[in-house]
């Protein structure tokens, strides 16, 4: 007979020895999609290909809290055109893959996004408890109708906006430049990708884990030095690879399938 000790276990395999120690980072990946190369691959690079990518977002956990990084996607076959979608197969849906690591939406404690695009903020309005932080700058420039040009609606679903101001607005926190959000997490504001882009820093046992949210793509952005193609300010997109470079540790693109297979167990820190 299993023993409720047992069960817990099972139930949370990840919670082993770095989990109890201090912080550690769990990757979740709700699947593949695709990309044109000019986004992943600055133009002038000349990579054109499209390019496939993944969907990583991350759960820290710390001292007992547990901190959501970005919210994933659910379907990721909706976005893509309909002769792609069968290629890369079902993606998971977010609520499965933190149930199947023994969490709950409620039990998530604080939300981080790095930026506002759709597919790092779509499934914030699963996480019914969570203090959610986001960059003013970013928050502004997506409320703003003066920026409408640059916010096709498929890339900014205006319904988490709507939540955000309305159901969320008590749990809705702005930060600007750098800040520690919980002891051990901090952001820091990169602007290059997006206005307000923030990428994040936790320190860990094995070292600073680094998730960067857009600032870079792929590993190959880095590691080539080959900026990606979509950006709002050239200059603070190259400061913030700078500041990648600068910080080293163990870095954590979101699209980058390369982050699995570096750490197997899904687990860094
Ligand atoms: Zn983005
Ligand atoms: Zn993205």
Redesign the pocket.
């Given at each position: 007979m299993t023993s409720v000790p047992d069960m817990l276990a099972a139930a949370v395999p990840e919670a082993g020895e770095a989990a109890r120690h201090g912080h550690s980072v769990q990757v979740l990946c709700n699947g593949r999609w695709q990309a044109p190369g000019t986004v992943i691959f600055m133009h002038p690079h000349g990579r054109h290909d499209p390019v496939d990518i993944v969907q990583n977002f991350f759960l820290v956990r710390h001292g007992g809290q547990l901190t959501l990084v970005d919210t994933g996607v659910d379907d990721l076959g909706s976005f893509l055109r309909p002769e792609d979608r069968q290629r890369y197969g079902a993606s998971m849906p977010t609520l499965d893959l933190l149930a199947a690591k023994g969490v709950r939406p409620e039990d998530v404690d604080t939300l981080i996004l790095t930026?506002l695009?759709f597919?790092?903020y779509l499934n914030a309005r699963q996480f019914p408890r969570a203090r959610i932080v986001v960059n003013r700058r970013e928050f502004e420039f997506v409320m703003s109708p003066d920026n409408r040009r640059a916010m096709p609606r498929s890339g900014f679903p205006r319904e988490v906006f709507g939540w955000l101001v309305d159901e969320a607005w008590d749990r809705l926190e702005l930060v600007e430049g750098e800040r520690d959000v919980l002891p051990g997490i901090r952001v820091i504001e990169t602007g290059g990708?997006?206005p307000g882009h923030q990428i994040v820093v936790v320190d860990t046992a094995s070292g600073p884990v680094v998730i960067p949210g857009?600032e870079i793509y792929l590993y190959a952005n880095v590691e080539e030095d080959i900026p990606i193609g979509?950006y709002h300010d050239f200059e603070r997109l190259s400061r913030a690879m700078d500041l990648l470079h600068e910080i080293g540790g163990h870095l954590l693109p979101a699209h980058d399938a390369e982050v699995l297979r570096r750490y197997p167990s899904g687990i860094v820190g």
């Open positions: 930026h695009h597919d790092h990708h997006s857009d979509y």
